[in-house]
């Protein structure tokens, strides 16, 4: 018996579905943890600045490059929680329909 054309798309649709959000679960994860070694660089760069190891120029600039470093990824994040939220709101859209 041949699958019906509107099953074939739907099985399709809910692959895809999931394919989707297996990427961005991994993308999250690997961006999770670059913000996180960026926090740690934060914190020993504070530390030999308060050491007197790192001189305020050098901190200054190390402290703006980690900065911009967290900023990009905390955007990256945020545009995955928003390609997950269109990815839910599609899939539950086609169940509703």
Known sequence: MPVRPAVRLASLIDITHTQVLERVTTEKRVLSARLSDAKTLNQKLILQKVNGELSAEDFAAAKETVTQQSADVEKQLN??????????????RRSTA
Request: proline share 0%.
């Open 79 to 92: 545009a995955l929680d928003t390609e997950i939220v269109i990815v839910e709101a599609r899939a539950h």
